[in-house]
C-alpha cells in the first residue's frame, strides 16, 4: 500500500486537566470522503483542530503523503493543502460574504499598488459560489455576515471550501443548521469533491447525511478512535448508533 | 469602479457625522460671521491637519481592534529628539529626522510586540508606553524646550510645514500630507487586501487566523504606522510652532481617539472608515473654533466641549437608529 | 546628606526647568543627594510624597505649596520629626515652615495690572485677556486676584481663558480667542510663563503686529526676554528661578547643621525692553 | 460555604497580582528599610485607600463590560461643591454633603442613561461628562479653591475621615470604608443575583437580555454607583487634606482603569474581580511610594512607573500563560 | 373550540428591505407539540423571536389563553409563561453552568441580605438536571461554559428549559448539534413535558426528528407558514419535504 494522504499516529492532546484526544489514529486516502462520527465531546472536533493547525498536539505524529510535518499555525495546514470548515463556521460578521469568501487568500488586479483587491473578479466567482451551494439568489455578495440567518452563513463557509479545492476538506458538522435544499446541496457537493479527486472528513450528528455519501465511517469515543473501516453500505443506521453509544463495543460492518 | 467608490464614500456610516458637521457650520457661522473669514479657516486648518494625521492612522488600527493611547506622548517625544540631536551637532537636521522616525517605528514595535505576544490589553500596553515615552523626553531635555532654529532655508522643514499662499489663504504644506495619507489609507482600508485583514483581524481574530491572516503581524504594522504617524505629526507641528517641547501632546490620545469614534469608526474593531474620521476631525476642531467665537465664558469651555459631545453623540445616536428603522 | 526638592508645579511648565535646574546646580556645588520630584497640582499626592520624605529621614526638604493651607499638617510632622522644611516659590503663610524663599503672586498680579494703569494701557471700562496653562492653579488664581484689587475699582473687566500646559494646544486655542475678540481686547496679561513665551507665535500666526496689542505677564524664559526684545511684550515678571531653588536648598542644609533661619528672602523684578538683554543672558547660562 | 468562600478568593485570577504585589515589597523593602516603616505604611494607605473605593466600584462597573473616565473630574467637583455649599452659608456640612452625594448620583445617572438607552460607547460618553464635571468646577469656583475650615468638631469628617492611633499606627476612618465597601462589593459580585446579572450583562448582554436580566438597568445602576463613590472619595480626600480644589482629580481615570486591570478584571466585561483590585491598588500605590524611596530623578519617574507597568504586565502574563499550560 | 393557549395572527416582521415574516398565523393548543419546519431564511426564528419578545413585530396581534399581548422584552414573555432556547444558544461564556442555568432566575436564600443566591440549591438542582440531559457526569457544574464543546452547550440550554416548566417551550433547533445519546435526551424530555401539561414549538431540520416527537408539523416559506396541520403519523417524511422545498404546493397529510 503506497503512503496515504494523512496519517495520524498516537496524537494526544490535553486542556489542562481534559484529555481530549488520547492516542487516536486516523488515515485518510486519495479521493477519499470519510465520515467521522461520535458523541458529544467524543473529540472530533479537537481531532480536526489539531490536523488543521488550529491547535497544537500535545504528542503523537502527523504525516502528509508520508512526510512528517508539524502545523504551527492554520497558514501551515492550509500550505499543505487542508481547508477546514469549523463548526463555528469562523465567520467575520462585520464583512460581506464576497470579503468572507476570500479572506486570507484575496485575488490581486494589475496594477499591484497596495496590493488591491481584484473586487470585479471577487464578485463574479461570489455569485456563482453562492448559486451552486443553493443560497437564494435575492442575497447580493456585498451583504454583511452579521444580517444572514444561521443556515445561510454555514452556506457562505461551505461555499468558501468549494472555491479553493484543496487536497483535503474537512466539514465539522456542515450541515447542521441546514435545510433541506441546502443539505442537498452540500452533499452533492461532497461527492463532486470526490470525483474530482480531492479527499474529505465529514463530520455529522445527522447519521442519514453521512450514509448517504461517505466511503468509509470512523467512529470516536472519549478521545480514541475505536472504530475505523465501517463501510456504510454492509451496516445499518443503528449498528453505527450502538457503536458511537459504546453500547456494543467493536462492533464493525 | 470611480462611481462604485464614491458610492462607497457616502455609505451609511458617514451619513451622520456629515449632518452634523454641516449643522455645526452653519450654526457657528450664523452667530459670528468672522467664523468663516479667511483668517480663521487657514488657522483652523493649520493644527487640525497635525491631529488628522494621528486621526487617520488610529482609525485603521481600531479597526483592527486595538488602539494606542501613547500617540500624544510620541507626538512630543520625537521632535524633542530631532532638534536635540540636530542642536548638538551630531547629525544634520535631516538625518535627525530620520532617526527620530526610527524611534517611533520602534516604539510602535514595542507596542505591537507586547499587545500581539504577550496578550496584555492594548491599553495597558499603551499607556505604560506613555509614561515611558513622556519621561525620556523629558529626562533627555532636563525637561527645557529646545531650541528650534528657524530654519527657513532648509528643504526638510519646506516639504514638511512650509507655508504657501493662495490669494490671502495661507495654508501649510502638512494639509497635503493631510489629505495624501487620507486618500491611502482609505484607499488601503477599502480596496486592499492589507484592509481586508485589517477588517477581519478586528472582527473575529480566530476567524481571521483560521484563515491563514497573521493577524498580529497586522496589528503590530498598525501600531508602527500609529507610531510614525505621530512622530510625523509633532515634527510637523513643532517646525510650524518653532517649539520643542517634551511636554507637548498631552492629551491628545483621547481627543483623537474621539474624533475616530465621533467618525463611525467601532471602538470595539471590525469597522472602520477613513472618510468618517475625516469628518469626526474637523468636527472637533470646528466645535473648539467656534466655541471661542460664540463667545462663551472661559473657564466654561470645557463644559461647553463636553455638553457638545454628549449632544452630537446623541445626535449621532438617533440619525443612527432613524437609519437601521425596523431592526 | 539627602534633600528633597518636591514641586507642587508640573514639569511641563518651562519655568519648573529653571527652578529643577537651580536644585541639580546646587547638589552639584555642594555634593549632596537631591531627589527632585513633580506633583502637577495633585495635593494628595503630593501630600502623601512628602510623608514618604519623613518617613525616609530626609535631611531637609524643598517644597512649593500646591495650595494655601494643604501642608499644614505635613510642616507640623516635619517638625516634630526634627526635619527642616523650607518653603518656597508659592507661599503658605499658614504652615510652620522654617522659612520661605521667593515672590508674591498676588503682588505681581497686582504689579502687572497696575503698570498697565500707569502707562495709559489700559484705561477704565476696557476689557484685558487673561491667558493661564491650568485654570485654578495656585499661580494664576492669586495674579488674577491682585490684579483685581486694580481693575475692579477702575470697571476694568477681564476674562480668564484655558490655554493648556500643551504648547501646540495652546497656541492654537489662544489664537482662535485672539482672532475671535482681537477687535475688544485692549491688553492681555498672561498669567504664567507658557502663555507669555507663546505669544510671538499666536500674533505671528493671527496677523497681529507685536505692539499693537501691549502684554504683560510671566519672562522667565527665553521666549519671554526675546519677545521683550521684539516689542510683543511690554513688560514681563522675572522671578529668579534658579536662584530661587540653590537659596532654598542652602537655607534647608543651613538648618539641617543646626543654624535655623529666621527670615524670608522675597525675589522678583519687572523688567522692560532696556534690562531684558540682561535676563535673556542669565537664562541662557543655564 | 466559608471554606468555598476562601477557595474563590484564590482562584487563578488572583495569583498573578499577589505574587507581584510581594515581589514588590520584598524589593523595596531591601532597598531601603524605612520603607516597612509603621510611619511610611500608614501614609502610604491614606491615599492608597481613597483611590481604592473609586477603583472597587469600577472593577463591578468595568465587569458589567462599561467604563467611566468621568471618576477623577467628580472626584474634584464634588468637594468643592460640598464646600461652596456650607461656606456660603446656604446650607449645613451635613446637608452639603448629601447634596453633593446626591448630584453625583445625577451624573451617574446621566452616563447610565446616555450609555443604555443612547447606546453611545462609555468611552465618548464619560469623556464628554468628564469635561463638563470639571468645567462646573472650575467655573462654580471661578478656579478658587475652597476654604475647608477645619472641622474637627463634626461628626461627618470624623466619620468620613478621622484620625485613630493604634501605638503609633495611625489609621484614618477612610480605611474602614475601604475595606467594608471591598468586602459589601466583593460578596455581592460573587455571591449574590446582582452580581450574576452583572457578570452576564458584561459576558453577553444579549444572552442576558433574553433571560430576562434587566441590562439597562444593571450598567445605569453601576454608573450611579460608580459616581457615588467617587465623590464619597473625593469628599474624604478633601477633608483628609485639608483641600478643595476644582482641579483634584485630574488623571486618576486611566490610574484607577490601571488598578483594576492589573488586579485581573477584563477590560472587555464578564469577569471581575474585587480581591484582584485590592491588589492592583496595592500594586500602583506601593509602587509610587517605593519609587520616591529609591529616590528616582523627579523628570525620569514617568518612566519609572511606565516601565514597571509594562513589565509588571508581561509578568503576569507570563504567571497567566504558565498557569492555563496546555490551552 | 376553546381559545388556543397562543395565537398569532397576520405577523409580519420587516428588517429594512427584508420582510422576513409575511402575515404568518399560528396557533398553539395546550399540551400540544408543534414541529416547524422550513429552509434557511423561511423565517422560523424570526416568528419565535417574535414570539418571544425578542424583536418587535412590524404588525399583527398575539394572543396568549385570547388575551391580547403585546411583548416589549423577553421578560414579558417569561412573564406569560413562554421559554425560549435559542438557536445560538444564548448563553455567557465567562460564567459557570450553574449560573447560566439560573440566570435572570436565580433562587435566594435567607438571610435575604442584597438577594444572595442559593448556591447550594443550585448546585444540586444543577446536578440533578445534568444528569437528565445526559450530560456526563464528570463535568462539574461549576465549568465555565467557554470551555464546554458544541453540544455540551446546547444540553445546558435544554437544561435551563426542563427546570423552568413554562406553559410553552419553544426550542429553536436543540438537537442541532446533538449526538445520538444526547439526541435522545431533548427527545425525550419534549415528550414529558408534553405529558406533565405544557406546550412545545419544536424546530429542527432534521426531519426524522421532528417525526419522532411532534403532535402537528408546520411549514414555513418565505415569511408565511404555508401548511400547519400536517399530522406525521399519516404524512411521509418525503412528502414534507416536498411542501418545505415548496416542491408541491399546499401538500399536506
Ligand atoms: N478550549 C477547551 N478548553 C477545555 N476543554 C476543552 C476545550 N475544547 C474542548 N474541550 C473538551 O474536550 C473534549 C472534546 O471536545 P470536542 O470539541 O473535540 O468534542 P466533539 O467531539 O467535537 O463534540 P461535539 O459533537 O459536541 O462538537 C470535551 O470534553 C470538551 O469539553
Ligand atoms: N437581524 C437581521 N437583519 C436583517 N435581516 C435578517 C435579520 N435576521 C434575519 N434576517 C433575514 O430574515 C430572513 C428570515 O430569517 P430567519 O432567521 O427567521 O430564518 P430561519 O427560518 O430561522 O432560517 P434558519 O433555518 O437558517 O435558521 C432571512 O432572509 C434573514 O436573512
Ligand atoms: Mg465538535
Ligand atoms: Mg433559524
Not at chain 2, 483621547?254 to 469628518?279: P, S
Not at chain 3, 495633585?42 to 514618604?52: I, N
Not at chain 3, 484655558?162 to 495652546?170: I, P, R, V, Y
Request: hydrophobic letters at 45%; proline letters at 4%; a neutral charge.
Amino acid at each position: 500500500m503506497s503512503e496515504p494522504l494523512i496519517r495520524m499516529e498516537r496524537v494526544s492532546k490535553s486542556y489542562g486537566q481534559v484529555k481530549a484526544l488520547a492516542e487516536a489514529n486516523l488515515t485518510v486516502g486519495e479521493s477519499e470522503i470519510i465520515g467521522l462520527l461520535g458523541d458529544n465531546g467524543a473529540g472530533k472536533s479537537t481531532l480536526i483542530k489539531v490536523l488543521s493547525g488550529a491547535v497544537p498536539l500535545t504528542s503523537g505524529e502527523i504525516f502528509v503523503r508520508g512526510r512528517k510535518v508539524s502545523f504551527k499555525s492554520t497558514s501551515d495546514a492550509i500550505a499543505h493543502g487542508i481547508e477546514t470548515i469549523y463548526q463555528d463556521s469562523a465567520l467575520v460578521t462585520q464583512l460581506s460574504i464576497v470579503r468572507n469568501l476570500f479572506l486570507g487568500r484575496e485575488p490581486l488586479r494589475r496594477p499591484r499598488f497596495l496590493n488591491q483587491m481584484d473586487h470585479a473578479k471577487m464578485e463574479r466567482v461570489a455569485r456563482d459560489l453562492l448559486k451552486r451551494v443553493g443560497i437564494s439568489k435575492d442575497i447580493p455578495p456585498n451583504t454583511p455576515i452579521g444580517s444572514l440567518s444561521g443556515g445561510e452563513r454555514q452556506s457562505v463557509a461551505i461555499a468558501r471550501a468549494m472555491y479553493f479545492e484543496s487536497d483535503l476538506i474537512i466539514l465539522d458538522e456542515p450541515t447542521n443548521n441546514l435545510g433541506v435544499a441546502e443539505t442537498k446541496g452540500v452533499l452533492s457537493f461532497i461527492r463532486s469533491a470526490r470525483d474530482s479527486g480531492h479527499s474529505c472528513i465529514f463530520i455529522a450528528h445527522n447519521i442519514h447525511h453521512v450514509f448517504q455519501v461517505v466511503d468509509r465511517i470512523v467512529v470516536m469515543r472519549r478521545g480514541q478512535v475505536v472504530a475505523d473501516d465501517i463501510d456504510p453500505r454492509h451496516t445499518s443506521v443503528d449498528a453505527v448508533e450502538r457503536v458511537i453509544t459504546g453500547m456494543s463495543e467493536e462492533e464493525e460492518g | 469602479m470611480k462611481n462604485r467608490f464614491l458610492q462607497g464614500l457616502l455609505a451609511k456610516a458617514e451619513l451622520g457625522p456629515l449632518i452634523l458637521l454641516i449643522v455645526e457650520i452653519a450654526v457657528f457661522a450664523s452667530l459670528n460671521s468672522d467664523f468663516i473669514s479667511i483668517l480663521n479657516i487657514s488657522n483652523t486648518l493649520a493644527f487640525t491637519v497635525e491631529l488628522g494625521l494621528i486621526a487617520l492612522a488610529m482609525t485603521l488600527l481600531m479597526t483592527s481592534g486595538e488602539f494606542d493611547l501613547s500617540v500624544g506622548s510620541v507626538f512630543g517625544f520625537s521632535p524633542v529628539l530631532m532638534w536635540t540631536l540636530a542642536n548638538s551637532g551630531a547629525t544634520s537636521l535631516v538625518v535627525a529626522f530620520f532617526v527620530a522616525i526610527l524611534i517611533a517605528a520602534l516604539i510602535g514595535l514595542i507596542n505591537g510586540w507586547f499587545v500581539t505576544r504577550l496578550k496584555i490589553p492594548s491599553f495597558l500596553v499603551t499607556l505604560g508606553m506613555l509614561l515611558v515615552v513622556r519621561g525620556l523626553a523629558l529626562f533627555m531635555t532636563n525637561g527645557f524646550p529646545q531650541r528650534t532654529w528657524s530654519a527657513s532655508g532648509a528643504w526638510l522643514p519646506r516639504i514638511l510645514a512650509g507655508e504657501f499662499y493662495i490669494g490671502d489663504f495661507r495654508v501649510y504644506a502638512s494639509i497635503f500630507w493631510f489629505l495624501g495619507s487620507a486618500i491611502v489609507l482609505g484607499y488601503v482600508l477599502t480596496r486592499t487586501k492589507i484592509g481586508n485583514w485589517i477588517q477581519a483581524s478586528g472582527g473575529n481574530p480566530n476567524a481571521a487566523r483560521a484563515r491563514g491572516v497573521n493577524v498580529n503581524r497586522t496589528k503590530a504594522g498598525l501600531f508602527v504606522l500609529c507610531s510614525v504617524m505621530s512622530a510625523l505629526a509633532g515634527t510637523i507641528s513643532s517646525i510650524r510652532t518653532s517649539a520643542a517641547n517634551p511636554d507637548s501632546g498631552t492629551g491628545y490620545e483621547l481627543e483623537v481617539i474621539a474624533m475616530v469614534v465621533i467618525g463611525g469608526t467601532a471602538l470595539t474593531g471590525g469597522r472602520g472608515t477613513i472618510v468618517g474620521t475625516v469628518l469626526g476631525v474637523l468636527i472637533l476642531r470646528i466645535m473648539r473654533n467656534g466655541i471661542v467665537f460664540v463667545g462663551v465664558p472661559g473657564l466654561a469651555y470645557n463644559i461647553f466641549i463636553g455638553a457638545i459631545i454628549l449632544g452630537m453623540m446623541a445626535l449621532h445616536s438617533g440619525l443612527e437608529r432613524r437609519h437601521n428603522a425596523g431592526a | 546628606k539627602t534633600y528633597y526638592w518636591m514641586s507642587s508645579g508640573s514639569p511641563a511648565d518651562p519655568v519648573w526647568t529653571y527652578f529643577l535646574a537651580g536644585a541639580e546646580q546646587w547638589a552639584k556645588d555642594t555634593g549632596n543627594t537631591v531627589k527632585t520630584s513633580f506633583y502637577s497640582g495633585d495635593v494628595p499626592s503630593q501630600q502623601e510624597a512628602e510623608r514618604a520624605a519623613i518617613a525616609a529621614k530626609a535631611d531637609g526638604i524643598a517644597t512649593t505649596s500646591p495650595d494655601p493651607g494643604s501642608l499644614v499638617e505635613i510642616a507640623k510632622e516635619a517638625k516634630a520629626a526634627n526635619i527642616p522644611m523650607i518653603n518656597f516659590n508659592m507661599r503658605d503663610p499658614t504652615a510652620p515652615f522654617l522659612a520661605y524663599v521667593g515672590g508674591d503672586n498676588v503682588v505681581f498680579g497686582q504689579n502687572w495690572a497696575q503698570y498697565l494703569v500707569d502707562h495709559h494701557l489700559v484705561k477704565a471700562g476696557d476689557f484685558v485677556w487673561m491667558p493661564v496653562e491650568v485654570p485654578g492653579a495656585t499661580y494664576g488664581v492669586q495674579e488674577a486676584q491682585g490684579a483685581s484689587t486694580v481693575f475692579k475699582p477702575l470697571g476694568i473687566k477681564w476674562e480668564i481663558t484655558d490655554a493648556t500646559l500643551d504648547q501646540a494646544d495652546a497656541i492654537s486655542r489662544m489664537s482662535d480667542y485672539l482672532t475671535a475678540n482681537h477687535r475688544k481686547i485692549n491688553a492681555i496679561m498672561g498669567l504664567g510663563d507658557l502663555v507669555t513665551g507663546s505669544i510671538k507665535r499666536v500674533f505671528d500666526q493671527v496677523g497681529i503686529k507685536p505692539g499693537s496689542i501691549p502684554v504683560i505677564g510671566w519672562g522667565n524664559t527665553l521666549d519671554t526676554t526675546q519677545e521683550v526684545l521684539d516689542g510683543y511684550v511690554v513688560a514681563a515678571q522675572w522671578q529668579d528661578p534658579q536662584a530661587t531653588s540653590y537659596v532654598a536648598l542652602s537655607l534647608a542644609a543651613m538648618a539641617a547643621g543646626g543654624v535655623r533661619p529666621g527670615f524670608n528672602v522675597i525675589t522678583g523684578a519687572l523688567y522692560d525692553k532696556t534690562k531684558a538683554g540682561y535676563y535673556a543672558k542669565l537664562l541662557s547660562t543655564k
